[in-house]
């Protein structure tokens, strides 16, 4: 059985990697509008 406080904890680092996530991507530069489409496959 999970406490509550182990629930907390495991709140915790999802906030952090989910944090950490959109600060890399506010961070990070616009792509290249000429590579817009490379990697994509439909």
Excluded: T
Aim: glycine share 2%.
């Amino acid at each position: 059985m999970v406490d509550r406080d182990k629930i907390q904890e495991i709140v915790n680092e999802i906030n952090k990697v989910i944090d950490d996530a959109i600060a890399y991507a506010e961070s990070s530069p616009y792509p290249d509008p000429a590579e817009v489409q490379e990697g994509v496959y439909a």
